[in-house]
């Protein structure tokens, strides 16, 4: 079983949509739990970042984590064809002393595609 | 611009060439790392080094060999690879003495194996 299970779509959806995206998870030591946004040919770069449970809300976006079970999601709301990309979600225990150095895990990545 | 710049962004080379990847990262971090992106599997973290000492080697074959001279600057250096190891090399960096794991990426040197 993977740590991370993502839904790698595709994932199609018409302008102004609604997007749900989803990622599980096994390690109940996971604390820590971004969304990285990945154009194509270019690196991903940072969307969101979540500690522990709850909802952020970032503009378009939120993110949801819901540690009870092992879920997290991220919506985009008025979805717009530049948000086309692949969604990636990372997550990450605590290191010693309460710091970590990046060993962040990965979802698979969810490929979105918003038509105009 | 990104605080996280890679060179070369493409590269072919032979099996029996020996090449290098270069990273810098302006942000002012001491922790830096490698990851391998290829198709149809999640980013794999390679190497970690933490205020330029190598604290993680996530079993990676010895044709690849990291080089971290400085906490801005990280390479990696390729020698004899395999077809397979074609994909996108992703640099990295962030505070590690923060809680947390606000990493950032560059744009990714894209490897190919002929």
């Known amino acids: 079983q993977k740590e991370v299970e993502q839904d790698p779509g595709p994932l199609s959806v018409p302008e102004g949509a609604i997007v749900s995206l989803n990622c599980t998870y096994s390690?109940?030591?996971?604390?820590?739990f971004m969304w990285y946004r990945q154009y194509s040919r270019k690196g991903p770069e940072l969307l969101m970042y979540?500690?522990?449970?709850g909802n952020k809300e970032d503009g378009r976006f939120t993110a949801q984590v819901d540690k009870s079970s092992k879920y997290i999601s991220l919506f985009i709301r008025d979805s717009q064809p530049s948000d086309s990309a692949t969604y990636l979600c990372?997550?990450?225990?605590?290191?010693?002393?309460?710091?970590?150095?990046?060993?962040?895990?990965f979802g698979q990545g969810t490929i979105l595609t918003v038509h105009p | 611009e990104t605080g996280v710049t890679q060179t070369p962004r493409h590269l072919v080379m032979g099996m029996t060439n020996k090449k290098s990847l270069k990273c810098e990262q302006h942000l002012g971090h001491n922790a830096m790392y490698w990851y391998k992106q290829s198709a149809k599997k999640p980013l794999e973290l390679m190497f970690v080094y933490n205020f330029k000492e190598q604290t993680e080697n996530n079993s990676v074959p010895s044709r690849f060999s990291p080089e971290c001279p400085n906490s801005s600057h990280l390479f990696l250096h390729l020698h004899t690879l395999q077809p397979e190891d074609s994909a996108l090399y992703l640099c990295a960096s962030s505070q590690a003495s923060q809680s947390g794991n606000t990493i950032y990426f560059g744009e990714g040197s894209w490897l190919t194996v002929v």
């Open positions: 390690n109940s030591a996971f604390q820590y």
């Open positions: 990372a997550m990450s225990a605590a290191g010693a002393g309460g710091t970590s150095y990046g060993k962040l895990t």
């Open positions: 979540t500690y522990s449970s």
